[in-house]
């Protein structure tokens, strides 16, 4: 076989750092958006970002030219100084260090996207620090309750 088909899919998710609720719905949209192209300018695709006052979700189509790991931080590099250009408040932005990345079936797309696009009504019943732990434990993911928010 000379070609090469490459179909992976991640959800990625990651806090502002302390968990501070920076992210407001006035500002929402536009970092949305700007997550997206920063996706788009390592090669990968956005299907959809969405988040809370403190937290992103991403649900990426990744190339096979990139690393998650890379992927992420030039996606919260370019934010953050983004972020901070945007109101005399967020001078001092920061992403969190770490991410949680988890793969995706191609046939579970559309749960992914509805999940992400409700958010704001989701964290009505949980915080973001239950959802990233729930999220770790479905995902087999073991984790020092003490650090996995660093």
Known sequence: MGH??????????F?????????????????????????KNQECYALIVGGHLEHVHLL???????????????????????MKSKRPELRSFHWQSGYGAFS?????LNGVKKYILQQAEHH??????EE????LKKH???????????
């Open 60 to 82: 990426v189509r990744k190339t096979n030219t990139i690393l998650t790991g890379q992927l992420v931080k030039e996606i919260k590099r370019t934010s953050s100084r983004w």
């Open 15 to 39: 806090s502002t750092k302390h968990r501070a609720k920076t992210l407001d719905p006035g500002i929402q949209p536009e970092l949305f958006a700007y997550l997206a192209g920063a996706i």
């Open 124 to 129: 009505k019943k949980m915080t973001w620090e």
């Open 140 to 150: 087999g993911i073991q984790f020092d309750e003490r650090f996995y928010l660093d």
């Open 104 to 108: 995706v079936s191609y046939s579970l």
């Open 132 to 135: 990233f732990r729930r999220l």
């Open 4 to 13: 090469t088909y490459y179909s992976v899919y991640e959800h990625i998710a």
